[in-house]
């Protein structure tokens, strides 16, 4: 990770994910992987899917989640490209 911000966004996912706060590690996880860089997903991945697979984690919850923080997070990338 060379940027720094792409350190605080993953740092702030893992404490969120250490505190088992699995609403708020999806909405980071994904604005990570839309805006910053999407290799994130490699890294991310696999903690969402023991999350889901140890029941932590209910799957339409990550799923509502995840599509509505991946459209304000697309959201904020186009409205920060074009101004």
Excluded: C, H
């Excluded at 250490?18 to 910053?36: A, Q």
């Amino acid at each position: 990770m060379k940027d720094f911000f792409e350190k605080k966004k993953v740092l702030l996912g893992y404490a969120f994910w250490f505190d088992e706060n699995f609403d708020n590690l999806i909405r980071v996880f994904t604005f990570s992987v839309v805006v910053l860089r999407s290799e994130l997903l490699i890294l991310f991945g696999p903690i969402v899917l023991v999350e889901l697979y140890l029941g932590k984690m209910k799957l339409l919850q990550a799923i509502e989640t995840g599509i509505l923080s991946g459209i304000f997070s697309l959201g904020i990338y186009f409205i920060s490209i074009w101004n």
